[in-house]
């Protein structure tokens, strides 16, 4: 990876007629990781985002609520940016599309892509609104879907049987707006003819921009044929007018990706201190390597105009377009009338913005999967990991040291091994945050926090306090204890930012960066311990429902809905009972793995070779690629099933079965402690 990268990422702008929810966050938390970890490595990395503020859906709001559209994107604009700043996410600048730069940009595209020959015009009919008197867009017509025939379907696609179609083809449309049907009325509208740009779409397509999931996707658009795409919208419609045609103006899909340059465009005026020009900011705009993070919804626009709109106005395509899945609440989509609908500023009245982060940061992957935020494993996972394992280390050791050593740091370190150990485990963790595996990185952190507390459990300083002769000894242990600990909060710090910056003070410490924590943390004394995080008690839940103590009560909202539509169980139910006899047929054995490889034809499955100490090496084909980069598993120990018949795949023959849990989700190997040699039989 080069060094001293000059980075652009945004992510994409949210609309300006709601709230942020909770679903918005799985985007903005992904990309302000990413951001952050780039951030700490030393690359220059700025991070801009804006409200999205164009269109007939804020037009109406804002008529709705009695308000001008420019009162309505204001006042939004605040609420959107307070709760951003609340979850910690690192903008450079957050700005809205409805301002000058904007406008002259999309001006400048559109110019520009009429001179190349790029843009059309001809006549259209489209469904009217002879009441509201105005062209209504698909998702304000509502009608019987054309093929299932269920009811109040929206005019572009059923959300019953996931078909497509034209607003023409629903049976008995209806207006939203009034509820009357509507008439048909022809428009003269502007094109973008996206076939130009066919070819240099698959080479974009085939250059490696894009997850190998959404490049398959835009194949088959391609594959298809592209067509033209509308770009205008007839008045009334809050937006910029299309220069020289009267009454129209530019579809807010036009100006919303034009939007991360005008936003870049106002952050270089205030750190430059002067207005730069158009073409100043049209030649800044490609001095970056821009990344993208979006939602699997977006794709289309991202991949597909977006790119063809930057080519048609000579301006720099981005590097890469890293997608994402959606965020489900108790298994379930996020839904107003289930009650699974939750808002930031709603979270942020119960529980802490970091949870959400680490939460979140411990499902996400590369690849475009929806995660579920499944309240029991939310709590049960904050209160093992965060609580449970990384916070304890500081918390005993923090009030050991100040209680019998005045909270002065011992001079040296009684195990460097081990403290190298968790700083050699940084290359691997950095290269999951570069490639967006959190929840690799995360998994490798909760490892070494484990190792941690074994030291502390294993030297047991909490004896040696009692006694003064040993006391040198509990400052040494405490030392190093909480020079582990800082390391695993640089570690964890593009996801908890705001804690890693109170540990940071509370040690007295410079900034915690991959880097800072390899010099230890010794010879001085640190300021008194604060409390850094709490468990999760059942009345931080109450207000989504959570059952005190398990009895069954009257739920509110989201609890309600969970108790009607109940999750699947986190564990599987128990199988039924065997004999002593039956277990005895299998054969468990520890084994070492020697080698592990990816299986190119296969999306989940490492080929692992297990020695199982009887000098013949064994062949097993493992389910846990997603959990597990292949590197990282060579030299452990694991548990094999050793007496099981070998089983013939198109890859080859599997000789065996490790053994891992998890709970459909998550995977862990189980392994077996340090002294086991492989061959020990399991029993």
Same mark, same amino acid.
């Given at each position: 990876?080069?060094? @001293?990268?000059?980075?652009?990422?945004?992510?994409?702008?949210?609309?300006?007629?709601?709230?942020?929810?909770?679903?918005?966050?799985?985007?903005?938390?992904?990309?302000?990781?990413?951001?952050?970890?780039?951030?700490?490595?030393?690359?220059?990395?700025?991070?801009?985002?804006? /409200?999205?503020?164009?269109?007939?859906?804020?037009?109406?709001?804002?008529?709705?609520?009695?308000?001008?559209?420019?009162?309505?994107?204001?006042?939004?604009?605040?609420?959107?940016?307070?709760?951003?700043?609340?979850?910690?996410?690192?903008?450079?600048?957050?700005?809205?599309?409805?301002?000058?730069?904007?406008?002259?940009? =999309?001006?400048?595209?559109?110019?520009?892509?009429?001179?190349?020959?790029?843009?059309?015009?001809?006549?259209?009919?489209?469904?009217?609104?002879?009441?509201?008197?105005?062209?209504?867009?698909?998702?304000?017509?509502?009608?019987?879907?054309?093929?299932?025939?269920?009811?109040?379907?929206?005019?572009?696609?059923?959300?019953?049987?996931?078909?497509?179609?034209?607003? =023409?083809?629903?049976?008995?449309?209806?207006?939203?707006?009034?509820?009357?049907?509507?008439?048909?009325?022809?428009?003269?509208?502007?094109?973008?003819?996206?076939?130009?740009?066919?070819?240099?779409?698959?080479?974009?397509?085939?250059?490696?921009?894009?997850?190998?999931?959404?490049?398959?996707?835009?194949?088959?658009?391609?594959?298809?044929?592209?067509?033209?795409?509308?770009?205008?919208? /007839?008045?009334?419609?809050?937006?910029?007018?299309?220069?020289?045609?009267?009454?129209?103006?530019?579809?807010?899909?036009?100006? !919303?990706?034009?939007?991360?340059? =005008?936003?870049?465009?106002?952050?270089?005026?205030?750190?430059?201190?002067?207005? #730069?020009?158009?073409?100043?900011?049209?030649?800044?705009?490609?001095?970056?390597?821009?990344?993208?993070?979006?939602?699997?919804?977006?794709?289309?626009?991202?991949?597909?105009?977006?790119?063809?709109?930057?080519?048609?106005?000579?301006?720099?395509?981005?590097?890469?377009?890293?997608?994402?899945?959606?965020?489900?609440?108790?298994?379930?989509?996020?839904?107003?009338?289930?009650?699974?609908?939750?808002?930031?500023?709603?979270?942020?009245?119960?529980?802490?913005?970091?949870?959400?982060?680490?939460?979140? !940061?411990?499902?996400?992957?590369?690849?475009?999967?929806?995660?579920?935020? @499944?309240?029991?494993?939310?709590?049960?996972?904050?209160?093992?990991?965060?609580?449970?394992?990384?916070?304890?280390?500081?918390?005993?050791?923090?009030?050991?040291?100040?209680?019998?050593?005045?909270?002065?740091?011992?001079?040296?370190?009684?195990?460097?091994?081990?403290?190298?150990?968790?700083?050699?485990?940084?290359?691997?963790?950095?290269?999951?945050?570069?490639?967006?595996?959190?929840?690799?990185?995360?998994? #490798?952190?909760?490892?070494?926090?484990?190792?941690?507390?074994?030291?502390? /459990?294993?030297?047991?300083?909490?004896?040696?306090?009692?006694?003064?002769?040993?006391?040198?000894?509990?400052?040494?242990?405490?030392?190093?204890?909480? @020079?582990?600990?800082?390391?695993?909060?640089?570690?964890?710090?593009?996801?908890?930012?705001?804690?890693?910056?109170?540990?940071?003070?509370?040690?007295?410490?410079?900034?915690?960066?991959?880097?800072?924590?390899?010099?230890?943390?010794?010879?001085?004394?640190?300021?008194?311990?604060?409390?850094?995080?709490?468990?999760?008690?059942?009345?931080?839940?109450?207000?989504?429902?959570?059952?005190? @103590?398990?009895?069954?009560?009257?739920?509110?909202?989201?609890?309600?809905?969970?108790?009607?539509?109940? =999750?699947?169980?986190?564990?599987?139910?128990?199988?039924?009972?065997?004999?002593?006899?039956?277990?005895?047929?299998?054969?468990?054995?520890?084994?070492?793995?020697?080698?592990?490889?990816?299986?190119?034809?296969?999306?989940?499955?490492?080929?692992?070779?297990?020695?199982?100490?009887?000098?013949?090496?064994?062949?097993?084909?493992?389910?846990?690629?997603?959990?597990?980069?292949?590197?990282?598993?060579?030299?452990?120990?694991?548990?094999?099933?050793?007496?099981?018949?070998?089983?013939?795949?198109?890859?080859?023959?599997?000789?065996?079965?490790?053994?891992?849990?998890?709970?459909?989700?998550?995977?862990?190997?189980?392994?077996? /402690?340090?002294?086991?040699?492989?061959?020990?039989?399991?029993?």
């Amino acid at each position: 990876m080069p060094q @001293n990268r000059k980075l652009l990422v945004t992510s994409a702008l949210p609309y300006a007629n709601g709230p942020i929810h909770i679903g918005h966050l799985v985007e903005y938390i992904q990309t302000d990781v990413w951001v952050r970890y780039q951030r700490l490595r030393g690359h220059s990395c700025t991070y801009v985002c804006a /409200d999205d503020t164009h269109g007939t859906p804020i037009m109406l709001k804002a008529e709705q609520e009695g308000v001008t559209p420019e009162a309505l994107i204001g006042r939004v604009g605040q609420e959107h940016a307070r709760d951003f700043a609340d979850f910690a996410i690192s903008f450079d600048y957050f700005g809205s599309t409805h301002c000058p730069e904007n406008e002259k940009l =999309a001006q400048d595209v559109y110019e520009r892509s009429r001179r190349g020959g790029h843009i059309t015009t001809r006549v259209v009919e489209q469904a009217f609104d002879p009441v509201k008197n105005l062209f209504l867009p698909d998702r304000f017509i509502k009608g019987t879907c054309p093929r299932c025939h269920s009811p109040d379907q929206y005019g572009d696609s059923c959300e019953v049987c996931g078909a497509t179609y034209a607003p =023409a083809d629903l049976e008995n449309p209806v207006s939203a707006l009034s509820g009357v049907t509507p008439i048909t009325k022809s428009s003269e509208h502007h094109f973008f003819r996206l076939a130009d740009f066919a070819s240099s779409l698959r080479a974009f397509t085939e250059a490696g921009s894009l997850q190998p999931e959404a490049a398959n996707k835009l194949r088959e658009w391609l594959d298809t044929g592209l067509t033209d795409w509308d770009i205008s919208r /007839d008045a009334p419609y809050f937006g910029f007018s299309i220069p020289g045609a009267p009454d129209k103006f530019f579809y807010v899909w036009l100006d !919303a990706p034009i939007g991360y340059i =005008a936003t870049l465009w106002r952050l270089l005026n205030i750190r430059t201190g002067r207005a #730069l020009s158009l073409e100043q900011a049209r030649a800044a705009w490609g001095e970056y390597e821009i990344h993208h993070f979006i939602g699997k919804d977006i794709l289309y626009f991202h991949a597909l105009f977006w790119p063809a709109m930057l080519e048609a106005a000579g301006l720099a395509r981005p590097r890469a377009i890293h997608v994402h899945g959606f965020l489900t609440v108790n298994g379930k989509k996020m839904s107003k009338s289930r009650g699974t609908f939750i808002t930031a500023r709603e979270y942020l009245e119960h529980l802490p913005a970091e949870y959400l982060r680490y939460y979140l !940061a411990a499902k996400l992957g590369s690849h475009i999967e929806d995660i579920d935020l @499944n309240f029991d494993d939310f709590r049960a996972r904050i209160n093992a990991d965060l609580v449970g394992k990384l916070v304890n280390i500081a918390s005993r050791c923090a009030q050991l040291l100040t209680r019998f050593a005045d909270g002065r740091l011992a001079d040296q370190l009684p195990d460097m091994p081990l403290f190298h150990e968790f700083i050699a485990a940084g290359n691997a963790i950095g290269e999951h945050y570069e490639r967006r595996e959190y929840s690799r990185a995360v998994k #490798l952190i909760m490892e070494l926090a484990d190792r941690a507390n074994r030291y502390v /459990d294993e030297a047991r300083p909490w004896e040696m306090g009692r006694d003064p002769q040993k006391r040198m000894a509990l400052r040494g242990i405490c030392t190093q204890a909480l @020079n582990l600990f800082r390391i695993l909060m640089a570690y964890l710090q593009p996801i908890l930012p705001v804690t890693a910056a109170r540990v940071a003070t509370w040690l007295c410490a410079i900034d915690l960066t991959f880097e800072s924590v390899h010099a230890p943390l010794v010879g001085h004394t640190i300021a008194p311990y604060e409390h850094l995080m709490r468990r999760i008690e059942d009345k931080d839940l109450a207000w989504i429902g959570a059952p005190a @103590n398990g009895a069954s009560q009257a739920r509110p909202k989201v609890a309600q809905a969970a108790a009607e539509e109940q =999750a699947p169980a986190a564990t599987t139910p128990a199988s039924p009972t065997i004999g002593i006899a039956d277990f005895s047929r299998v054969d468990l054995r520890v084994a070492a793995v020697v080698d592990a490889q990816l299986v190119e034809e296969a999306d989940k499955l490492l080929r692992l070779t297990l020695d199982l100490g009887d000098g013949r090496p064994r062949i097993v084909f493992a389910g846990i690629r997603r959990a597990y980069d292949p590197q990282t598993l060579i030299g452990r120990h694991v548990i094999c099933v050793a007496n099981l018949a070998p089983r013939k795949m198109r890859f080859g023959v599997s000789e065996g079965m490790v053994l891992a849990a998890g709970d459909g989700q998550d995977i862990f190997l189980l392994g077996a /402690d340090a002294g086991a040699r492989p061959g020990m039989q399991v029993r």
